[in-house]
């Protein structure tokens, strides 16, 4: 029976390379009334989003729609009683009349004429208070505009949705101010982005010389890094690059990963620039960050995105999310219902804590033969191996016991 106990610790070694991942499911809380219902995926269930399916309570597919970003379109329109030029320090300027939005939150965008590149600038924003006074609107953290290359720009400004005169000026900080040649807006009234963005740290470990790797969850959509620098630091560009395993021994170069933006920390200015946005989403894992000579990351932020679901709810009713199998596909589409989809008006839902999945499934896949199946666990089936022909030679080796006389 001792004999047998390799080969059991072997087999179980196996079976637990071989399992794949579990299936769950997680119950929503139920709906109060009938109708459009969403659904926020929380971090684990975004990881696990491959694959994902809706259920009543009896496992009977339910059609839904992942309303990603991209559902929304703005439509640009001219900016009221606007007239531009300089302040009396001749910084770029201009003062309009902001209209009422009484459905959403205006974006304004820039329209400049740079004479160099690059630049970048803190905006000032100002709207007339009591009295007729200018009153400062400073939010954290404060908005700036920039030009860095061909492509590369970062022109538009949020805005609170507060009718009434305002006034932008900018502020230098970087470069030759262009000279601002129209404003526009763009309302977003009627119109929606469901897509939450949710802050998380990345481990960070020198690797070299002004090299840094970070460390990101797997699964992810990291659309953007926030990445904060030892001051004071002027504007300037980082490579980003995602590493590759050695092939037969030998190393690979890494994959620059796209990206736009610029970084700076300039306390004495008040201004700060932290963000770099992802040409694509990356799926976490390992990052190389390549800073210039004297550059210090103080932390990095992932920036990764939550979608949220929406469905045709029954009031009362038991649903779930089915996560880590095969997707099951529902009878039928909403994209033509979705067209009226309107959030507001929509219930949001809870999601339970995860449990056994009774009606998913494996994702099917070919056949794989012997030797697909073991190679990933033959490095520990020859380190078992060695460890138990090492046993065998020891006890061969080991004398005998002496003969009767």
Same mark, same amino acid.
């Given at each position: 029976m001792r004999r047998l106990g390799p080969l059991?610790?072997?087999?179980?070694?196996?079976?637990?390379?071989?399992?794949?991942?579990?299936?769950?499911?997680?119950?929503?809380?139920?709906?109060?009334?009938?109708?459009?219902?969403?659904?926020e995926l929380d971090a684990q269930a975004h990881r696990q989003r491959k694959g994902l399916w809706l259920s009543d309570g009896e496992g009977r597919p339910v059609p839904f729609q992942d309303m990603r970003e991209g559902t929304r379109t703005t439509s640009p329109g001219p900016i009221p009683e606007l007239r531009l030029g300089r302040d009396d320090r001749g910084r770029?300027?201009?003062?309009?009349?902001?209209?009422a939005f009484p459905e959403g939150t205006p974006d304004l965008r820039l329209t400049v004429e740079a004479q160099d590149r690059p630049w970048i600038a803190r905006v000032k924003l100002e709207r007339v208070g009591p009295g007729g006074t200018w009153v400062l609107w400073d939010p954290r953290p404060r908005p700036h505009v920039w030009q860095w290359s061909q492509g590369d720009e970062g022109l538009v400004v949020p805005l609170p949705a507060e009718p009434g005169p305002w006034r932008l000026t900018l502020l230098p900080i970087?470069?030759?101010?262009?000279?601002?040649?129209?404003?526009?807006?763009?309302?977003?009234?009627?119109?929606?982005?469901?897509?939450r963005e949710?802050?998380?740290?990345?481990?960070?470990?020198?690797?070299?010389?002004?090299?840094?790797?970070?460390?990101?969850? &797997?699964?992810?959509? +990291?659309? $953007? *890094?926030?990445? !904060?620098?030892?001051?004071p630091v002027g504007a300037l560009?980082?490579?980003?690059?995602?590493?590759?395993p050695p092939v037969e021994g030998r190393a690979q170069e890494p994959l620059p990963l796209a990206h736009l933006g610029a970084l700076w920390a300039l306390p004495a200015f008040e201004s700060e620039g932290t963000r770099l946005d992802f040409l694509e989403p990356f799926a976490g894992g390992d990052l190389l960050l390549r800073l210039?000579?004297?550059? &210090?990351?103080?932390? +990095?932020? $992932? *920036?990764?995105? !939550?979608s949220t679901l929406a469905f045709p709810a029954e009031q009362g009713q038991a649903y779930f999310l089915h996560l880590g199998g095969a997707r099951r596909e529902a009878p039928g589409s909403l994209s033509t219902l979705a067209a009226t989809f309107d959030p507001r008006a929509a219930e949001r839902l809870t999601l339970g804590a995860a449990e056994p999945d009774p009606h998913g499934f494996a994702p099917g896949a070919p056949a794989l033969s012997i030797w697909d199946r073991l190679k990933g666990a033959w490095p520990w089936l020859i380190g078992a191996l060695t460890l138990a022909l090492v046993a065998v030679g020891m006890r061969l080796l080991k004398p005998g016991a002496p003969p009767e006389a």
């Open positions: 059991a610790a072997l087999s179980l070694l196996t079976a637990t390379l071989w399992a794949g991942p579990p299936l769950q499911q997680r119950p929503l809380s139920k709906p109060s009334r009938s109708g459009w219902a969403l659904v770029p300027s201009a003062a309009f009349n902001l209209p970087l470069g030759r101010l262009p000279r601002l040649t129209g404003l526009s807006f763009a309302p977003q009234r009627g119109r929606w982005n469901l897509v949710e802050r998380i740290s990345a481990a960070m470990r020198p690797e070299a010389a002004r090299l840094w790797r970070l460390t990101l969850p &797997e699964g992810e959509e +990291v659309h $953007a *890094l926030d990445i !904060r620098l030892r001051p560009r980082i490579e980003l690059a995602i590493p590759r210039p000579e004297g550059a &210090e990351p103080l932390s +990095v932020d $992932a *920036l990764c995105q !939550r």
